[in-house]
T-cell receptor
């Protein structure tokens, strides 16, 4: 079992650009959630996808959007990047509200 | 904003000693989960305790939950250098879809 995999592991983007991060959930999981973790802080919930629809959203602007595919994998898109978007982006997968397993994250640096 | 509060923010102990971290939260929960994070990498799931459970064990880990006080504790016994990491509690609120709310974590350092 490969667990939750995220790509890429590191990314450097320029202000104003757009970025897409990818996540493959753990085998058997149908729910994918995305979190943003700033340095020295705990992760903050961005949104959750289930059955290819956004089920719940945290306090993030519309610049943050996502998608879930029929194979349960997911993408996080961020438009018009700001310096403050620099963070570790974590994907978590789960099923039936049990343990949520996280990937290794994507470190995004906006310059 | 973050619901959970971990205490202490930082803890430094000698190898072999026990480490206790506490977590407080504000709303009614479905479950509470503890995670470990090494050097800003991904979160490793340690243990999940449901709202109707009071104590749970996994290897050297012992977690307690007091829903009347809205608090939980994580005890690591016989600590090892490899336990050095940040530890987070995350609550899954009773209402709404599963959305984990994290505290700011406890930074644990095990000294050899």
């Amino acid at each position: 079992d490969a667990g939750v995999t995220q790509s890429p592991t590191h990314l450097i983007k320029t202000r104003g650009q757009q970025v897409t991060l990818r996540c493959s959930p753990k085998s058997g999981h149908d729910t994918v959630s995305w979190y943003q973790q700033a340095l020295g802080q705990g992760p903050q919930f961005i949104f959750q996808y289930y059955e290819e629809e956004e089920r719940q959203r945290g306090n993030f602007p519309d610049r943050f959007s996502g998608h879930q595919f029929p194979n349960y994998s997911s993408e996080l898109n961020v438009n018009a990047l700001l310096l403050g978007d620099s963070a570790l982006y974590l994907c978590a997968s789960s099923s039936h509200r049990t343990e949520a397993f996280f990937g290794q994250g994507t470190r995004l640096t906006v310059v | 904003s973050q619901q959970g509060e971990e205490d202490p923010q930082a803890l430094s102990i000698q190898e072999g000693e026990n480490a206790t971290m506490n977590c407080s939260y504000k709303t009614s929960i479905n479950n509470l989960q503890w995670y470990r994070q090494n050097s800003g990498r991904g979160l490793v799931h340690l243990i999940l305790i449901r709202s109707n459970e009071r104590e749970k064990h996994s290897g050297r880990l012992r977690v307690t939950l007091d829903t009347s006080k809205k608090s939980s504790s994580l005890l690591i016994t016989a600590s090892r250098a490899a336990d050095t990491a940040s530890y987070f509690c995350a609550t899954d609120a009773l209402e709404g879809a599963q959305k984990l709310v994290f505290g700011q974590g406890t930074r644990l350092t095990i000294n050899p």
